[in-house]
């Protein structure tokens, strides 16, 4: 197997079910004979889902897997050893809501950008937006595909070393809860996960020195596919 673009191999997911982490079982990569690989998953409010045999996942991969024996297996209701699904989605629904009352009357001057993400493509829906050295900026992010992306912008030049923190928080327990965006100051601002179908809006002033300041989805598997770029004139 071939592989590129930080594409984690063969595996079996279930894309409906994102929070409190992506469904997805180890992934199986290179030459080898049958492994089984299991996961576990609390279905919620959800009528139906999807088991995803995937080959790829967050790159591109050219070679053969077989998937065989599936099993979905009832495990009962949850316990409370799961991590409660619902508190963190109520908490990040509270925080969008807020910031966007708070913006509707103190920022009014700021000048709107929007970006937006290709349904299924792992793309944002622009390669660039341009604003002016030190403006008030208002960021429209609108979640328009079906699973969960956030917005960081960085400094110049500092998106390999954003990646390689983005892939070190695949491990960090506490990488959901901070929205997976990595602890460092090449983080300039940034749009929390938004949820598919959700909108929020950062307000902040735009970088008084001109340049190329990259915009990244930092959600697990995503940096390498999912840049923009805050171009300051
Ligand atoms: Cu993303």
Known sequence: ???????????????????????????????????????????????QISIACVLGSGGVVTGTAWFDDLTLTELG?????????????LLHV??????????????????????????DVMKYDRTELTVRAGEKVRLVFRNTDHMQHNALILKPGRIDAMGALADQMLTDQRALSRNYVP?????????????PGETFELVFMAPTAPGRYPIVCTFPGHWRMMQSALVVQ
Do not use: C
């Open 1 to 47: 197997m071939y592989k590129r673009q930080n594409a984690l191999g063969a595996l079996i997911a279930v894309p409906e079910i994102q929070v409190p982490r992506p469904v997805l079982t180890i992934a199986s990569k290179g030459t080898g004979s049958w492994v089984q690989a299991r996961t576990s998953f609390d279905t919620g409010q959800l009528e």
């Open 183 to 195: 602890d460092s100051p090449d983080v300039l601002a940034h749009v929390p996960l938004v949820n």
């Open 94 to 119: 509270v925080a969008q809501t807020s910031v966007g009352l708070a913006n509707a009357d103190a920022d009014s001057d700021a000048v709107v950008i929007q970006l937006g993400v290709v349904p």
């Open 77 to 89: 209701p949850a316990d409370e050893r799961v991590t409660d699904p619902l508190a963190t989605t």
